[in-house]
Each structure stands twice: as structure tokens, then as C-alpha cells.
């Protein structure tokens, strides 16, 4: 088991500005329980081309890199041994090696860094 901390923000169908306020309530507790790391879920969509709450909730991930609310991102795609910055945030937090996403491609999730 890992230490990551997971949030669900697909629980429940909710629209995406529901998703996003989740979002803002995960990272807030986040920070409050000083976590560097977090999971995000939030499927990837019926289609398997990206629904929109995976389309929005990467977007606000983007904008608040860019704004600097959170370090960095890594989407479950890239979650993988092979990705330099999967890499460089295992070398940070090595109990996440054990997270049971890794070098699966799941791009229904997020890693988002503090």
C-alpha cells in the first residue's frame, strides 16, 4: 500500500464545476495535513478518449502550475518508471513506488505535487 493520499472527484457523476470545486477541497486539505503528494481520480470518460471531467480537471491542473499553486502534475499515463518526472518525484518520495497506479497507464488519474 502506498502513502499517497487518493481524492475521488468522480464519485457520485458530478458536473465538472463540482469537480473542480473538489479539487480545490482536496488540495486545501492537502496542504493543511502537509502532504507532498497527491492521487487525483477522475476517469478517463465512457468514450476512452477523455470525458470531461478528466479534459477539465487537467486543464485547472495546467493553470494552477502555471499560477504556482501546485509544483507539478504528472498525468496517469505518464505515471511510469520510464517518465523523467515520475522519476524525479519517486526519488522525492520513495513510498510511492509501491502506489498500485504505477506503470499501469491510467489515465483516469493525476499525480499532483505540492
Sequence with gaps: MSDIKAFNLKDGMPTLEEARQRLSLALAQARQRKLPVIKLIHGYGSSGVGGTLQVGIRKSLRKRR?????????????????????????????????????????????????
Design 66 to 114: 502555471k499560477k504556482g499553486e501546485i509544483r507539478q502534475y504528472i498525468f496517469g499515463e505518464n505515471w511510469s518508471i520510464f517518465d523523467e518526472d515520475t522519476r524525479s518525484v519517486l526519488e522525492e518520495n520513495p513510498s510511492m513506488r509501491k502506489d498500485s497506479d504505477l506503470n499501469r497507464g491510467n489515465d483516469g488519474i493525476s499525480i499532483v505535487v505540492l
